[in-house]
């Protein structure tokens, strides 16, 4: 079936009329296709920039779990999820018709005993650029590493990798056409994160002004998390054993909004992901717009965080002629008030009405 859409396309802020034809966007007026839309803001497919399909609060969650995690974010308008590593094989979704599009960063890879436990491939250092291009293999180009975690023998966040390890195995998964995302919490990683050249750090909060300037120039992404960064104070009330780690995550949330605001104001280029699969439930792409908006991002630039700036940086399109028709649309202009975003009027995924 054939669609016809009429509304003010966003970002630009026309009002146009889009026809959808083979699950295809066209300007070419379609004759015979259903007026689905005649007034609204049309705006490109949400992104959760990062998300955990396959995880839960339980564990590893089933089909049935997985496909209603697709839904939930599918539902919040997020048509487009870069799975940022996941031990769940949840490749049979892309056959499902009404369920998003995923994008995978393969497994989690960590430093032996230094992450949640049955999460990541555990790894020693010189093992760490033979599994890295093992990933860049099964992955959609993308591949994740844990950058630091809690090291209990200090009791506190460290760095997971040497310098060197982490510089080779940026190394090898560019080679092997991917790009690296990289969690980390404190300071101590970035640098050497950073120097190796990894695409984009996951969190962040532990930036300071000459790492953001160092990612500016580099055009190094940051995908900052914000709704689950509001979940350190409970992290740290439940490490009361390691009052020095305790002291840190409360610091780190502390800051977590002036660092952002320093690294928007600084140009690193900031995309939408709210870390759901565990802590976090799915849905939720529009609680971390907000969050962004609040922390000192433009409107235009928090929601594009989470629509065409995000597509474009993962290589999808936005609304143009032959893109994927995966579009939201609005009763009101989510530009003037954030709060339009949450009850889309249509979704229309992979050219099918699905909501």
């Known amino acids: ?64 779990g997985q496909r209603a995690q697709g839904y939930a974010d599918r539902d919040a308008g997020a048509l487009l999820v870069r799975d940022a590593g996941s031990p769940v094989d949840t490749r049979w979704l892309d056959d499902v018709d009404d369920a998003p599009r995923i994008l995978r ?20 250092p010189e093992e760490l650029a033979d599994e890295i291009a093992k990933q860049a ?31 080779e195995a940026v190394r090898r998964a560019h080679a092997a056409g991917a790009k690296v995302a990289v969690h980390t919490f404190g300071e101590e990683a970035l640098p050497d994160l950073l120097a190796a050249g990894v695409d ?29 960064i509001d979940h350190f104070p409970e992290i740290a009330d439940s490490a009361a054993r390691f009052p020095v780690y305790a002291a840190r995550m409360r610091r780190l949330h502390e800051s977590s909004r002036p660092r952002l605001r320093a690294a928007y104001e600084a140009g690193v280029p900031i995309y939408a992901g709210t870390d759901a699969g565990s802590m976090i439930e799915h849905g939720r792409i529009v609680d971390e717009v907000r969050e962004l908006a609040l922390a000192g991002m433009a409107t235009v630039d928090a929601l594009g965080a989470a629509s065409w700036r995000a597509r474009e940086w993962l290589g999808l399109p936005g609304i143009e002629e032959g893109a994927p028709a995966d579009l939201v649309v609005y009763d009101a202009d989510p530009l003037a008030d954030l709060a339009a975003l949450v009850e889309p009027g249509r979704i229309v995924l992979k050219g099918t009405i699905v909501r």
């Not at 002004?209 to 689950?228: C, F, K, Q, R, Y």
Request: with cysteine; glycine share 12%.
């Open 1 to 64: 079936m054939s669609l016809h859409l009429a509304g003010v396309v966003l970002p630009e802020g026309e009002q146009r009329d889009l026809w959808v034809r083979d699950g295809r966007i066209t300007f070419e007026p379609v004759p015979g296709a259903e007026t689905v839309v005649r007034s609204g803001w049309i705006v490109p497919g949400l992104v959760d920039a990062h998300c955990h399909i396959g995880l839960s609060p339980a564990g590893h969650a089933d089909r049935a």
């Open 105 to 124: 960063a393969g497994r989690h890879l960590a430093r032996t005993k230094r992450y949640i436990r049955d999460l990541a491939i555990e790894l020693e």
């Open 137 to 167: 293999a099964v992955g959609d180009g993308w591949v994740k590493i844990v950058g630091d975690w809690i090291d209990r023998s200090v009791g506190d966040l460290a760095p997971e990798w040497p310098r060197e390890t982490v510089i």
């Open 200 to 228: 984009s750090i996951e969190h962040g909060t532990g930036l300071t002004e000459d790492l953001i300037a160092l990612m500016a120039a580099h055009g190094t992404a940051l995908v900052p998390t914000l709704i689950n």
